[in-house]
Antibody
Framework: EVQLLESGGGLVQPGGSLRLSCSASRFIFSNYAMSWVRQAPGKGLEWVSAISGSGGTTYSADSVRGRFTISRDNSNNTLYLQMNSLRAEDTAVYYC??????????????WGQGTLVTVSS | EIVLTQSPATLSLSPGERATLSCGASQSLSSSYLAWYQQKPGLAPRLLIHDASNRATGIPDRFSGGGSGTDFTLTISGLEPEDFAVYYCQQYGSSQITFGQGTRLEIK
């Protein structure tokens, strides 16, 4: 079964940093773009960032551009999200999602279980 | 940024009834680049429909999507108990992905 497993969430102070990881299995990881999507407590879904299958192109939402960096290691089937200068409004469950496309973000057919990031002093 | 507006915010129906959910885009979506997701409490979203009207793998045929341009619908014919959840539309007409705010489908 195709699977995504996130890790790295936790409690961090405002202004701090955190790196999320997403381990992928049972599909050809490099063939697909990948995204991070977040959901604040009791709120809707917000797309955060995406990366092409090769890792050569990245895309980010305005709300995180310049603070968050998405990357991938195709040799280890792992997706990352480096989050810097964290704010209280970044508190959310962060989902890793497999895209149906290869080049740019389109839509997401496989999701991880999510990892909770809490930004609070 | 393309803004998606879903209506209604909450829809109360009984099992067996037909549900029609709407999603409006602030600008026309090229090639009907719209998807629908279902999310149940505590779980990740599940892709239902892509390209406005194509069911994702394993999705029952009671789920159907339609529309083009700026107006899209998700129809669930013959509601099953497991269909009561929150539904989101998502556009990918631009590389700045956006989601609608969601429609909660609840049991009447």
């Amino acid at each position: 079964e195709v699977q995504l497993l996130e890790s790295g969430g936790g409690l961090v102070q405002p202004g701090g940093s955190l790196r999320l990881s997403c381990s992928a299995s049972r599909f050809i990881f490099s063939n697909y773009a990948m995204s991070w999507v977040r959901q604040a407590p009791g709120k809707g879904l917000e797309w955060v960032s995406a990366i092409s299958g090769s890792g050569g192109t990245t895309y980010s939402a305005d709300s995180v551009r310049g603070r968050f960096t998405i990357s991938r290691d195709n040799s280890n089937n792992t997706l990352y999200l480096q989050m810097n200068s964290l704010r209280a409004e970044d508190t959310a469950v962060y989902y890793c999602a497999k895209d149906r496309g290869r080049i740019r973000p389109v839509n997401f057919d496989i999701w991880g279980q999510g990892t909770l990031v809490t930004v609070s002093s | 940024e393309i803004v998606l507006t879903q209506s209604p915010a909450t829809l109360s129906l009984s099992p067996g009834e037909r549900a029609t959910l709407s999603c409006g885009a602030s600008q026309s979506l090229s090639s009907s680049y719209l998807a629908w997701y279902q999310q149940k409490p505590g779980l990740a979203p599940r892709l239902l429909i892509h390209d406005a009207s194509n069911r994702a793998t394993g999705i029952p045929d009671r789920f159907s999507g339609g529309g083009s341009g700026t107006d899209f619908t998700l129809t669930i014919s013959g509601l099953e108990p497991e269909d009561f959840a929150v539904y989101y539309c998502q556009q990918y007409g631009s590389s700045q992905i956006t989601f609608g705010q969601g429609t909660r489908l609840e049991i009447k």
